[in-house]
């Protein structure tokens, strides 16, 4: 597939674009609206991405500060698609908290913010009950605006979820959206995703474990992100960690090997684990272990 985006220079790990203003309104922006992990970094918020198409935003995982990250980007990067009452629709990889623990901040503060229709969920199994008991732990604050002078939107608070199964599970005039099962610790069920754009062609790793899935999904895409740990600083954490991180997560040298099959226009890294080590030395550590290909390691806010 031939890549329609803008002309993008590398200038160290910042990207600029060089598209006329008019041009990159069009063109599909992924917005990293948090890089972080389940540890509390307070510049890295939780997991989360958007894929901004079509004056719409489609968000994967709701890790916690999304909302806030994306009124960021709103303001700061004048997205109109990420401003709180317009995020309506999210695709969650998988189930832990670090990529869930948002929800109800998206479910809530998207209502207050005046969101006019019922937020759409996609997720594994258990996203269905997941939303229905966050519905019911807020049903006194819906209930007091609801029945109060507040002013709101009749529909705003609702959630339509739906589980995802692989295979192709959204289609829009913006975008095809499929799941792709990754093996993640002992879930049954984790997905990264994959997006195909009128310009564009995105793959998210989610959590996962080295796998040819990604690099599979991928196939020369415009954009893969995927997240990583330091294979350097691995042997320096404690042994019960170092079992449960090897079967949960993607090293720098396993991730070497995938980006090389995957061929990637741009490898974005995200959700990772340094454990003392720089964005430099992940990058390094990529190269030394053989990928040569266009490679940044992802902050929030960063728009590629
Ligand atoms: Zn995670
Ligand atoms: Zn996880």
């Not at 079992?243 to 040298?253: E, K, M």
């Not at 070497?256 to 490898?267: E, N």
Request: hydrophobic share 40%; proline share 6%; aromatic share 6%.
């Amino acid at each position: 597939m031939v890549s329609r985006a803008p002309l993008l220079l590398t200038l160290g790990s910042l990207l600029v674009s060089t598209a006329p203003a008019g041009l990159l309104a069009q063109a599909t922006q992924v917005v990293m609206l948090g890089t972080g992990t389940p540890n509390p970094d307070p510049d890295r918020s939780g997991p989360a991405v958007a894929i901004v198409t079509g004056g719409r935003a489609y968000l994967i995982d709701a890790g916690p500060g999304l909302v806030r990250r994306a009124a960021q980007a709103a303001r700061d990067r004048k997205i109109d698609a990420l401003r709180a009452r317009n995020l309506g629709i999210i695709f969650i990889t998988h189930l832990h908290s670090d990529h869930t623990v948002g929800l109800p901040d998206l479910i809530h503060t998207g209502w207050v913010a005046d969101r006019p229709a019922p937020l759409e969920v996609y997720g594994p199994p258990g996203i269905e009950a997941m939303v229905h008991h966050l519905t019911e732990a807020w049903a006194e604050d819906i209930a007091v605006r609801t029945d109060g002078t507040q002013p709101h939107t009749a529909e705003g608070w609702k959630v339509n979820a739906t589980t995802v199964v692989p295979g192709r599970i959204y289609r829009d005039s913006n975008v095809t959206v499929e799941a792709i099962p990754v093996p993640h610790t002992s879930w049954k069920s984790a997905f990264g995703y994959r997006f195909t754009t009128k310009d564009r062609v995105i793959v998210v790793s989610g959590d996962t474990r080295g796998s040819d899935a990604i690099a599979e999904a991928c196939n020369g895409c415009d954009v893969l992100l995927h997240e990583v740990y330091s294979a350097d600083r691995f042997k320096t954490i404690p042994l019960e960690w170092q079992r449960y991180h090897a079967g949960s997560h993607t090293s720098t040298t396993q991730l070497a090997a995938i980006a090389g099959k995957a061929r990637p226009k741009l490898l974005v890294l995200y959700h990772q684990l340094y454990w003392g080590a720089t964005d430099d030395d992940l990058l390094a550590e990529l190269k030394r272990a053989g990928y040569q290909g266009p490679a940044v390691s992802g902050k929030d806010l960063g728009i590629y």
